[in-house]
């Protein structure tokens, strides 16, 4: 069965500093990845995907993550945090159960970031 | 600007009634989806539809609805709503383009059943 797990339910970062979010997936087959973030009383915004090519995937607002195959996992970065930047943060892997390509995602439980001044 | 939007934004409502969530999405995309987001549970899928009068069952369709007459909406109904409903729900849409394509999100209804 295709999955997607963040193992951590908060991450506590100061500003400046870099912060990591952790994403680990399983999947049969080429893993299409993305990241969401979601700020309070909002939907959920895309950041950015990987789907081929390069591991380290550039997104918005400064994030980047790094497709590891071998390690199965797709961590979220980011080089100096900033207060602003505390939200809830998702990882989803494309499902391909239900609607194959064209389909859905299946999401982790999600990651709240608090980046403290 | 193109965008998707939800309404009502908030709905508190009784066991047993009906209730209609509508969604509109103005990007023009064929595929549309229904999820909820509970605590510890991340997002699950309800529905989805590739293009009008195409629906399918999601992962926790059970006690829900959809019905695609055109390429903007996407209402999801809850035919007797339960307790268990509770909870906030997303519509989204993606472009049809295959594995890549993103999904972009509305901004959730919070639904509360008494």
């Known amino acids: 069965a295709q999955s997607v797990a963040q193992p951590e339910d908060q991450v506590n970062v100061a500003e400046g500093n870099p912060l990591t979010v952790k994403c680990t997936y399983s999947v049969s087959g080429n893993p299409y990845l993305f990241w969401y973030v979601q700020y309070p009383n909002r939907g959920l915004q895309f950041l950015l995907k990987?789907?081929?090519?390069?591991?380290l995937v550039k997104g918005s607002y400064g994030f980047e993550a790094e497709f590891n195959k071998s390690q199965t996992s797709f961590h979220l970065k980011k080089p100096s945090a900033l207060v602003s930047d505390s939200a809830l943060y998702f990882c989803?892997?494309?499902?391909?159960?239900?609607?194959?390509?064209?389909?859905?995602?299946?999401f982790g439980k999600g990651t709240k970031l608090s980046v403290k001044p | 600007d193109a965008e998707i939007t939800q309404s009502p934004r908030h709905k508190i409502t009784e066991t047993g009634r009906q209730v209609t969530l509508a969604c509109h999405q103005t990007w023009n995309h064929n595929n549309m989806f229904w999820y909820r987001q509970d605590l510890g549970h991340g997002l699950r899928l309800i529905h989805y539809s590739y293009g009008v009068q195409d629906t399918n069952k999601g992962e926790v369709s059970d006690g829900y609805s959809v019905s695609r007459s055109n390429t903007e909406d996407l209402p999801l109904t809850l035919e007797s709503a339960a307790s268990s409903q509770t909870s906030v729900y997303f519509c989204?849409?993606?472009?049809?383009?295959?594995?890549?394509?993103?999904?972009?999100f509305g901004p959730g209804t919070r639904l509360t059943v008494l």
């Open positions: 990987y789907i081929t090519g390069d591991n």
């Open positions: 989204a849409s993606s472009e049809l383009r295959g594995t890549g394509d993103t999904q972009y």
């Open positions: 989803a892997v494309r499902d391909m159960n239900y609607g194959g390509s064209q389909g859905n995602l299946i």
